[in-house]
């Protein structure tokens, strides 16, 4: 959070004198103990006497007392108005957080306060909590708490129960000295007695003292001759003379035309001099004010203005507008880089180029980076299209599901939940539905195993970027976990799930899950996650009918170019298989004892391996000796535990009972 | 109508003095001609008939020097008054930044006023301009003519000014009244001009 004071306004440039002495002071031991002395400190004004000069003031010693401090400085305005946005953006607890957080705190104009009731209860909230906190509080108004029209009698004790300051109209004096200040700083001078002469002017405030020196100023450049204190006054128009009434028949000339005789017309010219000067220089130097508003703004919303600051330093500047533009449109696209990088690695975002015009450059570079760096989830396998899928009664339900789904994306069944035992096509159909979606345009699909969501989060936890890895699985347009059942006991994995599903469920995205059992049969898996699971459809995958078992092994043999005859896969089909998996495995052995005769597929070279006719030699060829199933190299059974390796010889034992 | 150049640091402003026949218009000119002093002013061009009646228009180039580091330029214009040139005041009245109306204060010119009012301002929507948006002042000259022969200031307000414009009273052969219809009319150009670059 970056403060936006402008280094213009620091005690240093305040002009301290009696009708200020007090605000002073207390602005000066409150920046050196903040929260410590008067809070909250409440200074009050007519307008340009100084209230946002002396705030930011404050802002700066505080700064520079501690510079570890979070200093925020802003208007009501931008306080409401930054309020307003985070409540329509859903962050309002954001928004207070970030304010709780600041160590001082600076509002300027609260007077606007009036009319705004539920601002007003935030602030009561917001000083509450600072104060509770130890945290400074500042605050200017144009008139002290209680004559802030309908305003909220329990803030107005607040803001009154610190110390409330007002500052006055400065004195001669002070006048005088304020003057000094000012033209040293814009390096005019003056003879003797001029700035006298400006001061005894009766003004409500130091703005019009600093018109009023600008004007000298512009007249002196002009006429190329210096101001005494005799025509001061009629260049200010002090003296007898109104402003330039339009009265007919006044006699506003004869003034000039006779005191000089033949020089009066030349007066009569340089009046008019004097006067164009003046409209000249109120519109040539308006640039400046809109520099000084645009450095503001952008420092208000934490950017480096530097480049328009040194604009501010020329006399006057060329395309003051263009440089505006540009620097403007330079800033938007670092908010756009920002946003980017923040979506997909927000602890990236955080980094001061996105902050800084001057280091555009270096913020695309960064933006590249986080780009090129920001992998996509894992996607779906396209082992496994939907087309392969063998469709029967027994998994109709789940398909036609997994079909509507793909229909119409995260809006009809949402949460999908496909279970049924292992070996049903549970992955697989989790996989088709993947790559269905996949095919969408921008479509981000997060496609994996549990298990290897559980390990990245692992990963990302020791590389302490949990950020990115939630930041990479927020994009997804879909997010499909196979096997939900290995959450169990990993709580901090189903935390994060949990806010996932949340997150991705609102947005209309759409989560598939599979599963052994029905989720509620499913022990370990918190009671959240376990009820969002049933939110959906749940959909189960039986035992494969005769249907799919003809397709499953009509598919397999097609792919191995094998043309059977129909009684084999007949008697395929109707042994009793209890998964896909169990079947492909049946057909794998068959295909294997058929290569080791290097004879063909046939109903009989299946029965005769399957009931136990097998012949010696297709186990031979085998080349394991083995529990009665065959490993085969085209897949099946792949896990160690379930086939013995070592088989202990039998020739030993045999010896042994014999001794 | 650029009338700041912040790549090149100029203002330039463009016043026409606007009105009937023999109303004023030149002797304005002439008047501020003799009060600028000589090296901040350039030639006046004036051409006029025999009878110094002005023919085509006077021009009067006004050098204001380095205005916060502006060079400021004023051209002050005059168009022929008679209803026959019309074309070359249409012509004149081009890319104006400001208008001064020099009215002609005796009774029996009133006619001759509105009629050249009407002109100004038909004549300004031919150059796409609005005339209540174009800056404008009035200004009721020879009020130093006989009362009898001439309509006081506020009665002339009541014929012409229904925009509520500055105006002024004048004598332009004397000079009363010149500089302060000067003064106004830039300041409300410049005005604009500030206003306009803001934009």
């Known amino acids: 959070m970056t403060s936006a004071l402008n280094p213009k306004y620091s005690f240093d440039s305040f002009v301290v004198g009696a009708a200020n002495r007090l605000a002073v002071t207390a602005g000066h031991t409150v920046a050196e103990s903040p929260g410590a002395a008067y809070n909250p400190l409440f200074i009050y004004s007519g307008s340009g006497l100084g209230k946002t000069h002396l705030l930011m003031a404050v802002g700066h010693a505080a700064k520079k007392a501690a510079p570890k401090l979070n200093i925020e400085y802003l208007t009501l305005d931008e306080y409401v108005e930054a309020f307003h946005a985070s409540v329509a953006a859903g962050q309002g607890d954001a928004f207070r957080r970030r304010f709780q957080n600041v160590d001082v705190l600076l509002v300027d104009d609260v007077q606007f306060l009036t009319n705004r009731k539920e601002m007003q209860s935030e602030l009561l909230r917001l000083t509450e909590a600072l104060q509770a906190a130890g945290r400074q509080i500042v605050l200017t108004s144009d008139r002290p708490p209680p004559d802030i029209a309908d305003l909220d009698e329990r803030l107005i004790s607040r803001l009154s129960g610190g110390l409330v300051v007002d500052m006055g109209t400065p004195d001669y004096e002070t006048r005088v000295a304020i003057l000094r200040r000012k033209s040293e700083e814009r390096g005019a001078r003056f003879e003797p007695g001029v700035l006298e002469a400006v001061a005894q002017a009766e003004v409500g405030n130091v703005r019009e003292l600093m018109g009023a020196l600008n004007r000298l100023v512009a007249f002196q450049a002009v006429n190329d001759t210096s101001i005494n204190a005799e025509t001061v006054k009629r260049i200010l128009g002090l003296a007898s003379e109104g402003a330039g009434s339009a009265s007919p028949g006044d006699g506003r000339t004869p003034a000039a035309k006779g005191g000089g005789g033949g020089g009066g017309g030349g007066d009569e010219f340089g009046e008019f001099l004097a006067d164009v000067t003046v409209t000249v220089g109120k519109a040539v130097e308006a640039w400046r004010a809109r520099v000084g508003e645009a450095v503001l703004r952008w420092e208000g919303e934490g950017y480096r203005t530097q480049r328009l600051e040194a604009l501010l330093q020329r006399d006057a500047p060329a395309a003051v507008d263009k440089a505006i533009a540009a620097f403007a449109e330079d800033v938007e696209r670092l908010k756009a880089l920002e946003a980017e990088v923040a979506e997909l690695d927000p602890q990236a975002a955080g980094q001061s180029v996105f902050r800084d015009p001057e280091r555009l450059s270096e913020a695309e570079d960064a933006a590249a980076k986080v780009r090129a760096g920001a992998a996509p989830p894992p996607g779906p396998s396209a082992a496994f299209p939907l087309a392969a899928f063998a469709v029967g009664p027994s998994n109709q339900v789940a398909v036609s599901a997994a079909r509507a789904a793909l229909e119409r994306p995260g809006k009809k069944y949402n949460p999908l939940v496909l279970v049924g035992k292992s070996g049903l096509g549970k992955t697989h159909l989790l996989n088709a539905i993947g790559l269905e979606l996949a095919r969408g345009k921008r479509a981000v699909v997060a496609c994996l195993s549990t298990q290897a969501f559980i390990d990245e989060l692992i990963a990302a936890i020791d590389g302490n970027r949990v950020d990115w890895w939630r930041a990479r699985y927020r994009r997804a347009t879909a997010l499909l976990l196979d096997d939900i059942h290995l959450l169990a006991g990993k709580e901090r994995t189903q935390e994060e799930l949990f806010n996932l599903f949340n997150l991705l469920q609102d947005k209309d995205r759409q989560l598939v899950f599979t599963a052994p059992a029905h989720p509620n049969t499913l022990s370990g898996l918190e009671e959240r996650?376990?009820?969002?699971?049933?939110?959906?459809?749940?959909?189960?995958?039986?035992?494969?009918?005769?249907?799919?078992?003809?397709?499953?092994?009509?598919?397999?043999?097609?792919?191995?170019?094998?043309?059977?005859?129909?009684?084999?896969?007949?008697?395929?089909?109707?042994?009793?298989?209890?998964?896909?998996?169990?079947?492909?495995?049946?057909?794998?052995?068959?295909?294997?004892?058929?290569?080791?005769?290097?004879?063909?597929?046939?109903?009989?070279?299946?029965?005769?391996?399957?009931?136990?006719?097998?012949?010696?030699?297709?186990?031979?060829?085998?080349?394991?000796?083995?529990?009665?199933?065959?490993?085969?190299?085209?897949?099946?059974?792949?896990?160690?535990?379930?086939?013995?390796w070592d088989w202990i010889d039998v020739g030993d034992r045999v010896i042994e009972e014999f001794r | 109508?650029?009338?700041?150049?912040?790549?090149?640091?100029?203002?330039?402003?463009?016043?026409?003095?606007?009105?009937?026949?023999?109303?004023?218009?030149?002797?304005?000119?002439?008047?501020?001609?003799?009060?600028?002093?000589?090296?901040?002013?350039?030639?006046?061009?004036?051409?006029?008939?025999?009878?110094?009646?002005?023919?085509?228009?006077?021009?009067?180039?006004?050098?204001?020097?380095?205005i916060s580091g502006f060079s400021t330029r004023f051209q002050l214009y005059t168009v022929p008054g008679q209803v026959y040139y019309n074309a070359t005041r249409r012509l004149v009245l081009q890319g104006a930044d400001g208008v001064v109306f020099v009215g002609d204060s005796q009774a029996r010119q009133l006619d001759e006023n509105l009629e050249s009012l009407q002109n100004l301002q038909s004549n300004l929507l031919e150059h796409g301009v609005d005339i209540r948006t174009i800056p404008l002042v009035l200004q009721y000259n020879k009020q130093d003519l006989p009362l009898e022969l001439i309509l006081s200031p506020a009665d002339l307000d009541d014929a012409l000014n229904f925009r509520g414009v500055p105006s002024f009273s004048a004598d332009a052969l004397h000079g009363k009244g010149v500089f302060e219809t000067l003064k106004s009319i830039s300041e409300l150009v410049l005005k604009k001009l500030a206003a306009g670059t803001a934009a």
């Open chain 1, 529 to 644: 996650v376990v009820s969002r699971l049933e939110g959906g459809l749940v959909a189960e995958l039986k035992e494969p009918d005769r249907e799919v078992k003809r397709a499953v092994l009509e598919r397999m043999l097609t792919q191995q170019a094998v043309h059977p005859e129909p009684a084999l896969i007949d008697y395929l089909a109707d042994r009793p298989t209890d998964s896909v998996r169990s079947l492909v495995g049946l057909l794998q052995r068959v295909a294997s004892a058929a290569a080791a005769q290097d004879g063909p597929l046939t109903a009989g070279l299946a029965r005769e391996v399957l009931e136990g006719q097998s012949s010696r030699d297709s186990r031979r060829a085998g080349g394991f000796r083995t529990s009665g199933l065959v490993v085969s190299s085209l897949g099946g059974i792949k896990s160690r535990e379930k086939v013995v």
């Open chain 2, 1 to 66: 109508m650029s009338l700041v150049n912040f790549t090149t640091r100029e203002i330039t402003c463009k016043i026409v003095y606007y009105g009937p026949g023999r109303s004023g218009k030149t002797t304005n000119l002439h008047y501020i001609y003799g009060r600028v002093p000589e090296s901040r002013r350039g030639r006046m061009v004036s051409l006029a008939t025999q009878t110094d009646r002005t023919l085509f228009f006077d021009f009067l180039p006004i050098d204001l020097g380095q």
